[in-house]
Structures are given as C-alpha cells and as structure tokens.
C-alpha cells in the first residue's frame, strides 16, 4: 500500500465527529440503558465510568497511536510495527469482532427503520403500554419484517463505504451528531418532567450496592469497551486515517466525554419514563422500543403534533446513530480485505455487506423462527452480543495496552502522544504505568472474578 496515496480526514473536527460518530450509537442508547435496567442502576453506571476512565482511555489513546503510526489496516498495523510476531492475530481477532457486532448490531438498526416508519403513520397514537410491548414481540418474531429492514440498513451501510473516507464518513458524521446531540437533550427534559419520573430518576443516581453481584463487573468493562469501540481496531483504523496535526490525548478525551455523556443522558430517557408507565428496568433489549412510545404519547397530552415530532425524530436520529457505528465496523474490514487482499474497495465491501447479510439474518431469525436453537441458554444473537462484547473486546483491548506499554519502541510512544515533541504530555508515565499495569491487571481481574476463582 503506497502510504502517500492514504485517505486522510480533512479537519480536526471531522477527526472528532468521525470517531465519536463511531462510539456513539445503539451502543449507548439501546445497550447502555438496558445493561444498567439488569444490573440495578446507579451502581452499575459508577463501575461503567470507572471503567471508562481506568481503562477506556488509556485504550483508546494506544489505539489512536498505533494506527496513525502504522497508517494501516488493524492487521496490517500489527504487521508494520511488529513484523515476524505473532501480534497481527490480534489484528485478526479484531476484524472477526468487527464482523460479528456488524451483523447482529444491524438486525437492531433495522429496528429502527420499522420505528421511523410507526411513527411517521403515526401507529404509536392511543396505544397502551402493554399494546406496545405486544407489538414489538410480533415485529421481531415476524420472520420478514425485521429481515427485510436489517437488509436495507446493510445496504445504506455499504452505499456509504464505497465513496470512501472523508466524502463518506467524515461529512455523514459532520450532519448527523450535532443533531443527535439536541435531541437526546429535550427528551431528557421531556422524559423527566413525566409523572411518577421520579422513581427513574432515583434507580439512576442512588446506588444500591447489594445489587452488584460479580457478573456486574464483566457487563460494566464490556459495556464500555463496546460502547467506546475499542478492543476490536475500529479506532485503530480510523486514526489511520488522522493526519500529523491531530492531538491524539485531546481527542480520545473528547470522544470519550461525548459518549459517555450521551449514555447517561440516554439514561436519563430512558427510565424516568419506564417508572412513570410502569415498566420494569430488567427488560433487555425490548426497554428502549417499549418505553420510548409511551413518553412520545405522554409527555405532549395535549400537542399531540409534537408527539409525532419527537417520535418522528427520534427514530431518525437514532437510525442514524447507529448508521455512523455500523460505518466504523464496516470500514474495519473493507480497509483489511482492501490493503491486505489487494481488492479494490468496492469489492471488499461487497464481501462484507453480503457476509454481513447471511449472519445478519440468522441473529433476526432467532427471535422468532429459531428461538428455541439455544447455546448456554443464550439465542445466536444473544451469544454474538456476549462473545464480542464480553470476551473479545476485553482480549482485544488487553492486548492493545500490552502492545503499547510493553512491546511498542518508548520513542514511538511518545511521539505519537506529542507531535513530534511540538505538544505537552503531563500524564506521559501516568499513562504508560496504566498501559503497561492498570488496564492488563484490571481486565485480569474481571474475567477471573467472573469465573468464580476470585471475588471482588
Ligand atoms: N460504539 C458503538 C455503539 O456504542 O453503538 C458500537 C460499535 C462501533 C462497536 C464500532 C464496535 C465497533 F467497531
């Protein structure tokens, strides 16, 4: 691959919008919401941040680094900066993760499209809590509907990949965050002015720490590996893509401020208005698209246009979220079939999205049609969503900060963390004492913890 001919983001802007186009998304306000509802709230949220700011950054800046050193694909990158070893499995692991989230993670974006299209008819008016939640079990056990939705997200996805990296990404994500951003903020208003929100409010910032139980750890660490896209390449990959100038520690805290505040304020959404109709925070997958139609219904009793607004809207948005997340995935793999099997882009993402197709369908199905087919009593969506999630992004993200603390040349660290020695860097051996100890130990801990050898 010719390192000068590399598409670059244009502007430091479209750095920050591009990557935290990729964290933001289903992620925080689907899985983020229903992660918290399962295991009791307030307490869960302050081992989320924990984990956000112990290992999610340190993460994350290793990330950036690598991949704007390397100037490669995620395998490719491990390639460069340690040829002749083993690590590009790392890399390896990392394009698989890539490519198991793409294809559940889409089945839920399509989702979406049957919401956008519930609430531009407007179906959602009159209907009772207990009516929505009887809907949205026929949609996702329907075998067509949902297949047909995942199979038109793929291919937005995949339209967008093809025109490349900035045209594409870097001006999708432009339009679409800043508005994502407004929204999510007046339904907070909305959500929590409902009543009864009270209760909602309370179950997210009273923590009860009789409701942690071990499995809380392991949720929490994988939440935010997964919400933050690391520990599978995806910000390895975009950072490829970042010129010379961008200051790599300011915009990791940049995205991981954004995203984590956007998590909360779906937070925020979300269960002030499950309390006020009644619906229990343990509901999985289901809480967003059942508690959602119920605070468009009654947070405007009497404008009953600005519920279909904000119905409107917010399926728009949330598509679109879930748009800029499914991008990142796909890039990963596109730029690793592109740069390491010599296919133009093209043809590499028409691999992908098929791919993505096939498996996609299976996750779908597997609400309805093949529910009953179960591994460890989990459905083959369920089983994606644990695996990446729970063991291959925690591996992955492992791996980064072993990688850069113990093998990466210091002078390449540091470097990439000051431009060239241009840029300050007071958290320098803070930083490499939590690559190099921290994070690996952390990570440790949690899986160990969560096979029953050791308890926290
Ligand atoms: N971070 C995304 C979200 O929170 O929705 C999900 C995601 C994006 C996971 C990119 C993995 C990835 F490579």
Redesign the pocket.
Known sequence: MNKAKRATFGSKMGVVLASAG???????IWRFPYETGNNGGAAFILIYVACVIAMGMPVMISEFLIGRRARANVAGAYHRLAAGTPWHWVGLMGVLA?FL?LSY?SVVAGWTLEYIVEAVTNRFAGQTSAEFITSFDAFISNPWRPIIWLLLFLLATHLIIVKGVEKGIERSAKIMMPGLFVIILLLVVCSVMLPGAEAGVEFLLKPDFSKVTSGVFLSAMGQAF????LG?G?LMTYASYFNKRVNLTKTAFSVGTIDTLVAILAGFIIFPAAFSVGIQPDQGPKLIFITLPNVFQQAFVGAPILSYVFAVLFYVLLAVASLT?TI??HE?ITAYLHEEFKLTRRKAARIITGGAMVLGILCSLSWGLTSGFTVFGMNTFDLFDYVTAKIMLPMGALCVSVFAGWHLDRHIVRDELTNEGTLKHSFYRLFIFALKYLVPILIVAVFVNELGLFSF
Do not use: E, K, P, Q
């Not at 990729?22 to 925080?28: E, K, Q, Y």
């Not at 997964?226 to 896209?229: A, E, I, K, T």
């Open positions: 990729s964290a933001v998304g289903l992620g925080n890539c989230i993670y997964f919400s933050l896209s599978m995806c997340s990142s995935m990963v």
